[in-house]
């Protein structure tokens, strides 16, 4: 069983210049999760002033946190933003660290060996927590390149992650958050970072910007991942990373999985329902995806999850 992690409300709409209405996010969430999506990062709790976007971050996750079998992932930049997803419910709060020292400071303001000390804050706060205690996930940003600094060594990344793995983080995944990354560096670092962490090793988060985002999925794949994350539509990016524009497309994404014979759980025809909520409340976006265009090929069976 592959695990889609769908981050289309995050991802996805903080890199745009409009706001989707919270009732229309929340439609959208549950429409996904009716798809048979088991995990959502449904948003960011950032300062509303540098993502307005991500708002209404708390009710959101209030709203759809109930949903059976639904994970609720939220991203918090630092100790404040995980102290309200806490408080708002969410199953898993995600953190990014930037491998680029550029990108750590223009997205999160710190140095990277300063973000890596907000990670062990932010498990010391959640080890304090009474009841279900929500996962800490890291995601390395940057991790195959940056806009801002250029390449970026994979000593440094290998490295970097065992920081993360100390400062008390359960899964640490790779992201390429500029779109720079290839089959074969994908391969060499997740196979470095499952040797030195084991079962820490967590996700693979591709963009599409280059046209290699599905390419690096199988790559990945080959090293034993299991859970990629995607956008519905393939809307999103980093702000703070110029022309790190297209995540991989959640419908292709599960359209390779299960030709390839892999499971998803995931139906395409409800999924491709889930689209209307984004055309209808953001009329005009533009959404990508080939599997959309050309459909599916006639005989096309789902695996049994």
């Given at each position: 069983m592959i695990t889609i992690s769908e981050v289309g409300p995050r991802d996805g709409l903080q890199?745009?210049?409009?706001?989707?209405?919270?009732?229309?996010?929340?439609?959208w969430?549950?429409?996904?999760?009716?798809?048979?999506?088991?995990?959502?990062?449904?948003?960011?709790?950032?300062?509303?002033?540098r993502l307005p976007q991500m708002a209404d971050c708390g009710d959101v996750v209030r709203a759809v946190r109930d949903i059976p079998g639904l994970t609720v992932v939220a991203l918090v930049p630092?100790?404040?933003?995980?102290?309200?997803?806490?408080?708002?419910?969410?199953?898993?709060?995600?953190?990014?660290v930037s491998a680029s020292r550029a990108h750590s400071r223009a997205n999160v303001n710190r140095t990277v060996e300063e973000a890596v000390a907000e990670v062990a804050a932010i498990r010391a706060l959640r080890d304090t927590l009474d009841g279900p205690r929500p996962t800490v996930e890291v995601g390395i940003s940057t991790a195959f390149g940056c806009t801002l600094e250029g390449p970026v060594a994979e000593d440094w990344v290998?490295?970097?992650?065992?920081?993360i793995a100390e400062?008390?983080?359960?899964?640490?995944?790779?992201?390429?958050?500029?779109?720079?990354?290839?089959?074969?560096?994908?391969?060499?670092?997740?196979?470095?970072?499952?040797?030195?962490?084991?079962?820490?090793?967590?996700?693979?988060?591709?963009?599409?910007?280059?046209?290699?985002?599905?390419?690096?999925?199988?790559?990945?794949?080959?090293?034993?991942?299991?859970?990629?994350?995607?956008?519905?539509?393939?809307?999103?990016?980093?702000?703070?990373?110029?022309?790190a524009s297209g995540n991989i497309v959640t419908e292709d994404l599960v359209f390779l999985l299960e030709a390839m014979g892999l499971a998803t759980g995931v139906d395409l025809d409800r999924l491709a329902k889930a689209r209307t909520t984004i055309l209808n409340s953001l009329p005009g976006e533009t959404l990508y995806g080939h599997v959309k265009d050309a459909g599916v090929p006639k005989g096309f069976k789902y695996r049994p999850t």
């Open positions: 890199s745009l210049n409009r706001t989707m209405p919270t009732a229309d996010k929340i439609a969430i549950k429409a996904l999760a009716n798809a048979g999506l088991c995990e959502i990062e449904v948003g960011s709790f950032v300062s509303p002033k630092n100790l404040r933003g995980a102290e309200a997803a806490f408080a708002a419910g969410v199953h898993k709060v995600s953190i990014p290998i490295r970097l992650a065992g920081m400062a008390g983080a359960e899964s640490i995944g790779l992201s390429d958050t500029t779109g720079y990354g290839n089959p074969a560096q994908v391969r060499r670092l997740f196979t470095r970072m499952r040797a030195d962490l084991g079962d820490l090793t967590g996700g693979g988060h591709f963009h599409n910007t280059r046209g290699q985002g599905l390419a690096n999925v199988v790559a990945a794949l080959d090293c034993g991942i299991t859970t990629f994350d995607s956008s519905q539509g393939g809307i999103g990016g980093c702000p703070y990373a110029p022309g």
